[in-house]
């Protein structure tokens, strides 16, 4: 990265990207292994130093994920998550040997409050735990991170203890997560400190730091910490994480480079991957990002008030921190239309960020086609859309064909509704629901047999114009089947929002057909 502030000497930190397993806790936020492995190409591009791919016990899904990640990426070093017992640090291993830089990230609770009413064990029993875990590990790979979980609210002798007991017993990195989000700037500082100051061995690990946003601090104390000597920062992109999150990579990278006179640090980051990343991890979530949120938020460079335009004009410093184009962010927003060909395609998905391989190409071009016959303007967004549409591709035991529709306010309307169930057509007619969209909710479920109840429901434009593409998602909780009670999503996206709204409404049942495995968080220790 090209420091914005050139300073003196600086230090640099590593990236250390947890959406993949901390990112994944978010409600809502589960990704198939086709969208994590993508995901994870992404993060790769953006330069981060680690990436935690998962939690190889959590579910056969968690293991595949980290398997697949692990062979696939070769120059940044892959994680898996481990309780501290032998059967999690066994199955972590099982996930990553296959990694050319695996990590296996042990972790076992230490404040009082978590030894006492969780773990029921004393400190002398958490100390002896966690040196055995480290030990197993360590013996497995050469790679281990130790966590004492909930570190923020462990009495800080203690925390000492097990710090160089861990190291001794073969830590390379130690992390300090702050897991319910209750530090504050000044005591993560003092925390680092006082464990660079009091243990002695410290300087034979990398001392991290793991901060969430429960009280919005998370960026604030990862800075804080990296202030006092933290060598690795634990962040996921938007912020994403277990309740209110995170601390949001992307704000957290472009502090430390804007503010590079202050921090004297550097990251691996290449910034101007920022956005692209942030934009493929919310469509593969389907957790968009405010408006306003800093570094990656669609108004973050907007300048709204005649004085600041006027200002921006004059000279963009007074009132412009960072380049929009340093964190990615595009200016030229109108790009392709129906003359256009398959290259210039190629090209815009590839400057947005989506390598298209020659297989995936012509299927995008065709959908990309059959757009521009439905729209007069093809905007960045919309070809972000496609192809997502492409990568987030699953399997589908039923297909959308079609649908035709009568309603009038007051009376239930009357619903056709086509798909393809395993290739062969099937349709259905109902006349039921509070509205067109209910309709077809009701069309899908008497169709597909799926009974579900829909937890969330959301429309909003990919694009500008009255054309634009509707992109709908779904949350649809399983009644019935192997797993009452999972949540499903579904996304869909159409310049008709009703078509929009079925394909996202068949995404989710696809899923609940074609199965899935419960998860099981890393917090139930
Ligand atoms: O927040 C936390 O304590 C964690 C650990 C597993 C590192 O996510
Ligand atoms: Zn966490």
């Not at 398959?342 to 947005?352: E, K, T």
């Not at 949540?487 to 057909?513: C, M, P, Q, W, Y």
């Amino acid at each position: 990265m090209t420091p914005a502030n050139p300073g003196p000497e600086a230090r640099t930190v590593r990236i250390f990207d947890t959406t993949l397993r901390d990112g994944e806790q978010s409600p809502g936020a589960s990704m198939n292994l086709t969208e994590k492995v993508e995901i994870a190409q992404a993060l790769v591009q953006l330069g981060v130093d680690v990436i935690e791919a998962g939690f190889p016990i959590a579910s056969p899904g968690d293991f595949a994920s980290v398997r697949d990640i692990a062979r696939t990426v070769s120059t940044v070093t892959v994680c898996g998550l481990a309780r501290c017992n032998d059967t999690d640090i066994d199955r972590a291993w099982e996930a990553l040997a296959a990694a050319a830089r695996p990590r296996i990230h042990v972790f076992l609770a230490t404040s009082s409050i978590h030894r006492e009413f969780k773990l029921r064990m004393t400190e002398e029993e958490v100390l002896a735990r966690a040196v055995a875990g480290v030990r197993r590990a360590r013996n497995l790979c050469a790679d281990v991170e130790f966590s004492p979980e909930d570190a923020a609210r462990t009495e800080i002798d203690f925390l000492c203890r097990v710090v160089e007991a861990v190291i001794d017993a073969g830590a390379t990195t130690v992390n300090i997560p702050d897991t319910v989000g209750y530090a504050t700037p000044s005591q993560m500082r003092h925390v680092i400190a006082s464990l660079r100051d009091r243990v002695p061995n410290v300087d034979r690990a990398v001392i991290s730091v793991h901060c969430h946003d429960d009280l919005g601090l998370a960026v604030a104390n990862s800075l804080a910490a990296v202030e006092a000597g933290a060598g690795q920062i634990e962040c996921t992109i938007n912020g994403l994480g277990e309740r209110a999150g995170n601390c949001s990579l992307e704000e957290v990278v472009m502090a430390l480079r804007t503010r590079r006179d202050h921090y004297h640090v550097d990251t691996g980051v290449v910034t101007q991957r920022l956005v692209p990343t942030s934009r493929l991890v919310a469509n593969i979530t389907g957790i968009q990002v405010p408006r306003n949120k800093a570094v990656v938020g669609r108004n973050a460079f907007a300048h709204e008030s005649g004085i600041h335009q006027d200002g921006m004009l004059k000279e963009r410093r007074t009132y412009e921190i960072m380049r929009p184009e340093d964190v990615g962010l595009e200016r030229t927003d109108l790009v392709l239309g129906k003359h256009s060909g398959r290259a210039a395609l190629a090209d815009r998905a590839a400057a947005l960020g989506y390598r298209l391989t020659p297989e995936q190409l012509p299927t995008v071009f065709e959908r990309f086609k059959a757009l521009a016959d439905r729209k007069k303007e093809i905007y960045d967004g919309d070809i972000a859309a496609l192809c997502e549409q492409q990568f987030a591709a699953l399997p589908e035991h039923f297909t959308f064909e079609g649908y035709s529709l009568s309603c009038a306010s007051g009376s239930a309307p009357t619903v056709e509704l086509r798909v393809l169930q395993s290739g062969a057509p099937r349709s259905v007619t109902v006349t039921a629901g509070d509205g067109p969209i209910d309709g077809i909710f009701l069309a899908i479920e008497k169709l597909t047999g799926i009974q579900t109840v829909c937890r969330d429901f959301r429309v909003q434009a990919v694009t500008v114009g009255k054309d634009a593409q509707a992109e709908v998602t779904v949350e649809l909780e399983q009644v019935d089947g192997e797993r009452p009670g999972a949540v499903h999503r579904g996304r869909g996206v159409s310049t008709d929002s009703l078509e929009a709204s079925a394909k996202a409404f068949l995404a989710a049942i696809n899923r609940v057909a074609l199965g899935g495995q419960p998860r099981l968080h890393p917090q139930r220790t």
